[in-house]
């Protein structure tokens, strides 16, 4: 099995920076696939926000974090980042980290095998 644990979420105010952090490890870890983040509002279902390849370097955002937040990662340190700029209250959230060995271009989080617990960002004046 390949575990997540997310970090760095808290309260930031509008416009504000915060930075999560998605720590992998497991008997099952690869070191190769895809990382994402998915973000999850009261009784939706959880909505895709971007995905990074472990190998090469290659990137996916959703529309509505596209020149705010980038997706990162340090293979050394089987982390994964999200820094999220210019927040917005619409960005409040439970923000979780995915792996897959394989997928990557998918936006539906059914299609990804590992899953962390969960971080809240909470943006708010």
């Known amino acids: 099995q390949v575990q997540l644990v997310e970090s760095g979420g808290g309260l930031v105010q509008p416009g504000g920076s915060l930075t999560l952090s998605c720590a992998a490890s497991?008997?099952?870890?690869?070191?190769?696939?895809?990382l994402g983040w998915f973000r999850q509002y009261p009784g939706q279902e959880r909505e895709f926000v971007a995905a990074?390849?472990?190998?090469?370097?290659?990137?996916r955002y959703t529309d509505s974090v596209k020149g705010r937040f980038t997706i990162s990662r340090d293979n050394a340190k089987n982390t994964a980042y999200l820094q999220m700029n210019s927040l917005r209250p619409e960005d409040t959230a439970v923000y979780y980290c995915?792996?897959?060995?394989?997928?990557?271009?998918?936006?539906?989080?059914?299609?990804?095998?590992?899953w962390g617990q969960g971080t809240q960002v909470t943006v708010s004046s």
């Open positions: 497991g008997r099952s870890w690869t070191g190769y696939g895809a």
């Open positions: 995915a792996y897959d060995r394989i997928n990557f271009y998918s936006d539906d989080g059914r299609s990804w095998g590992f």
């Open positions: 990074i390849t472990l190998i090469t370097i290659s990137t």
